[in-house]
């Protein structure tokens, strides 16, 4: 399978037909920091031409929003695959969701089952994101469509925890397996006792409820550090890797990894 075959769909163009644009995807690690690893890798949305995540997005509208959903699903998959994620041990891959675009949780994971059978790429290893940012229009429709991804065998997460209309009234209506903290929590741990505290707080309640947390944004040595400190080892963040458009990249280590 080439790049060429992937940029055009990877499944003969249909991915992205009726979108009126194509599109790929970069790939940024989270990492765990005990090892120095990559735990998973993200993948976002990239323009063909260079476009951000935000130009492609500014393409979706009402009426493609759910073929576009469809379409990152498959094709996040295939690019994965295609770049040898598979045969990394234990990595997963995370795509972003849109949940106003899933009608019925059953029928829309078809794809993606399929996406990951058709390239060999294991279904467990799968780590589906929905951004606190969404305005979900029906709580109950959410919980369902997690439900439904869990019980197929997939991993379930809150982007962005902590930078939305909802906080912890979303974590109280459905428990995910993963919450990712947004970098305005993160941002400068190291000398706000004001965030530590805060995220502190949100660990404990990971821990009650047997979510694992992972911390977004993190661009400086001393915020892993704290964050460290605190007892999170799953990181992402400029710090450790930039986005790469059709690549996997290993973590840069700029300070010590926890002594296991």
């Known amino acids: 399978m080439t790049a060429e075959r992937i940029k055009g769909g990877g499944c003969g163009g249909l991915c992205t037909e009726g979108l009126g644009f194509d599109f790929t995807m970069a790939f940024q690690p989270i990492v765990d920091v005990a090892s120095g690893r990559p735990w998973a890798h993200e993948a976002l949305v990239r323009g063909l031409d260079g476009q951000g995540a935000g130009w492609v997005l500014g393409q979706v509208t009402e009426a493609n929003r759910y073929a576009f959903d469809q379409a990152c699903r498959v094709k996040a998959i295939e690019l994965a695959a295609w770049l040898g994620m598979g045969q990394q041990a234990d990595t997963r891959l995370s795509i972003n969701f849109l949940p106003n675009a899933v009608y019925q949780p059953e029928a829309c994971i078809r794809a993606t089952l ?3 059978r058709r390239t060999g790429f294991p279904p467990e290893r799968i780590i ?3 951004t606190e940012n969404e305005r979900v229009v029906d709580g109950a429709h959410l919980k369902a469509i997690f439900t439904e991804y869990k ?14 209309y909802s906080g912890l009234n979303l974590l109280a209506e459905f428990q995910p397996d993963i919450i990712k903290l947004d970098m305005e929590l993160t941002r400068a741990i190291d000398t706000d006792r004001a965030r530590r505290s805060i995220v502190g707080a949100i660990l404990t309640v990971c821990r009650d409820l047997g979510i694992t947390p992972v911390a977004e944004g993190i661009e400086t040595p001393g915020e892993a550090k704290a964050l460290r400190d605190l007892g999170i080892t799953l990181m992402q963040g400029y710090l450790f890797a930039r986005p790469a458009v059709e690549r996997l990249v290993s973590p840069a280590m700029d300070f010590e990894p926890a002594v296991a």
């Open 114 to 116: 399929a996406a990951a």
């Open 128 to 130: 589906f994101e929905v």
């Open 151 to 164: 019980r197929q065998g997939f991993h379930t997460a809150i982007d962005d925890f902590g930078s939305g």
